[in-house]
C-alpha cells in the first residue's frame, strides 16, 4: 500500500490555532504577550525570506516579534552588545540568530552568548549538553518537528531500527538523540558512510537531513519505512528534498514531502519554544 503522506502546512496550522487561544489567554492575566527576538546581519536572500516568514508566524499568533536587521558590516562587538541587551529585555522570551552570519562574525561565540533560558533555537551549549543528559531546556525546532510527526502520526518508536543521514548540529545529531532517548536503535550515517544503502534498507524510521537531492531512492528504502525527508534542495527553480519521493512513496508507510512536510513545522515548533520560555519564566511581569 503506498505511503500516507503528511501533511505539514495542515499540522503547523493546526498548532498555530491552538497557540493563538493560549497566547491570548496568557497575554490577558500577564499583561504582556510572548516575545522574540530574531536578528539578521547582512542581506542574504533565503535569510530574509526565513526571518519574514517567522514575524508573519509570530503574530498570527499573538507573539511579539522583534526583528533587528543589521548591516553585514556589523562587527562582532556590536553584535554580542545587543544580544546582552536582549539577554537582560524582560519582554523578550526567545532569542534567535539568523544563521549564517557574515564570514567575518564567528557564529559559535555569538551563539554561545544567547542566554540558554532564552535560546529557542536550541544551538546553546548548555542545550545541546542538555539534549544528551536527556533534559534540554530547548531542543532545535527542526528536530522538534520531526517528532511531532512521528507522534501525530503514532509511529512506535522504542525497540524500532531509526537511520539518520547527515549529523548537522541543527538537524542530525539533535534528532539522533531524541530517536535515543525514545529507545530506538539509532544508526547516525553521514558523507563518508561506506555503502549508504546496506543502513539505509534496515531503517524501520529513516530520517534524511544530508542536503543532496535524490540522495535516498526506493530501492535504498525498507517496505514500510517511515520517511522523513528534511532536505530542502532548490533544482531547476523548483524545492525539492533529499528523498526521491516518486520511487520511494510506493515503498513507505508514511513519507513526509518537500515541500509542504517537515519545514511548516519547523517554524511552528520554534513559537512553541518561545511559549515555553514565556510561561517558563516566573519573573514575567503580572498586569498592574
Ligand atoms: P549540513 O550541510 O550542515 O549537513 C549535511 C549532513 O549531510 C552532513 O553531516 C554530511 O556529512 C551529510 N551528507 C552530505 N552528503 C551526504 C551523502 N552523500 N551521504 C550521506 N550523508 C551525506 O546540513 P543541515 O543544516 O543539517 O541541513 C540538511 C538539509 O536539511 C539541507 O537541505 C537543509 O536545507 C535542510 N534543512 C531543512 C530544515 C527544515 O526546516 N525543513 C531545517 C534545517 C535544514
Not at 28 to 35: E, F, I, V
Not at 85 to 96: A, C, F, Q, Y
Not at 271 to 280: F, G, I, P, R, V
Request: overall charge negative.
Amino acid at each position: 500500500m503506498p505511503a500516507e503522506v503528511v501533511d505539514g502546512r495542515e499540522i503547523a496550522t493546526a498548532i498555530r490555532r491552538d497557540m493563538r487561544r493560549e497566547v491570548e489567554v496568557l497575554t490577558g492575566t500577564q499583561g504582556r504577550p510572548p516575545g522574540l527576538a530574531v536578528i539578521l546581519v547582512g542581506d542574504d536572500l533565503a535569510s530574509t525570506t526565513y526571518v519574514r516568514n517567522k514575524g508573519k508566524a509570530c503574530e498570527e499568533v499573538g507573539i511579539k516579534s522583534v526583528q533587528i536587521h543589521l548591516p553585514a558590516t556589523t562587527s562582532r562587538e556590536e553584535l554580542l552588545d545587543i544580544l546582552h541587551g536582549l539577554n537582560k529585555d524582560e519582554t523578550v522570551d526567545g532569542i534567535l540568530v539568523q544563521l549564517p552570519l557574515p564570514p567575518h562574525i564567528e557564529e559559535r561565540s555569538i551563539l554561545e552568548a544567547v542566554d540558554p533560558a532564552k535560546d529557542v533555537d536550541g544551538f546553546h551549549p548548555s542545550n545541546l549538553g542538555g539534549l544528551l543528559t536527556g533534559h534540554p531546556l530547548f531542543v532545535a525546532s527542526t528536530p522538534l518537528g520531526i517528532m511531532e510527526v512521528l507522534d501525530r502520526f503514532q509511529v512506535a518508536i522504542e525497540g524500532k531500527d531509526a537511520v539518520v543521514v547527515g549529523w548537522s548540529t541543527i538537524v542530525g545529531k539533535p534528532i539522533a538523540f531524541l530517536l535515543l532517548e525514545r529507545r530506538a536503535s539509532v544508526t547516525v550515517c553521514q558523507q563518508w558512510t561506506r555503502d549508504l544503502d546496506q543502513h539505509t534498507r534496515q531503517a524501520e524510521i529513516l530520517v534524511v537531513a544530508a542536503g543532496k537531492p535524490g540522495l535516498v531512492r526506493g530501492d535504498m528504502v525498507k517496505e514500510g519505512a517511515v520517511v522523513i525527508d528534511v532536505g530542502i534542495n532548490r533544482v531547476a527553480g523548483k524545492l525539492v528534498g533529499d528523498v526521491d519521493f516518486p520511487s520511494v512513496y510506493p515503498k513507505a508507510s508514511l513519507i513526509t514531502p518537500v515541500p509542504g512536510g517537515v519545514g511548516p513545522l519547523t517554524v511552528a515548533m520554534l513559537l512553541k519554544n518561545t511559549l515555553l520560555s514565556y510561561k517558563a519564566r516566573g519573573s514575567l511581569p503580572r498586569k498592574p
